[in-house]
């Protein structure tokens, strides 16, 4: 599987939801501001876990 591909979003029926804007910003910026973000410390021990994906029907 390709990790890189798989989409998180699914509507209540099961099937993947497709990408949307209801914005008309720019996509790409050239010169972003760069930002600092304090993320906490992972609590010893830490392993993520990923989420159980409902069962694609065909």
Same mark, same amino acid.
């Given at each position: 599987?390709?990790?890189?591909? &798989?989409?998180?979003?699914?509507?209540?029926?099961?099937?993947?939801?497709?990408?949307? &804007?209801?914005?008309?910003?720019?996509i790409?910026?050239?010169?972003?501001?760069?930002?600092?973000?304090?993320?906490?410390?992972?609590?010893k021990?830490?392993?993520?876990?990923?989420?159980?994906?409902?069962?694609?029907?065909?």
């Open positions: 599987m390709n990790l890189s591909k &798989r989409n998180l979003l699914y509507k209540k029926e099961g099937f993947p939801a497709s990408p949307f &804007r209801n914005d008309d910003w720019p790409f910026d050239p010169k972003p501001d760069l930002i600092d973000v304090a993320k906490p410390e992972k609590p021990g830490y392993q993520s876990k990923d989420w159980t994906r409902p069962y694609m029907l065909e």
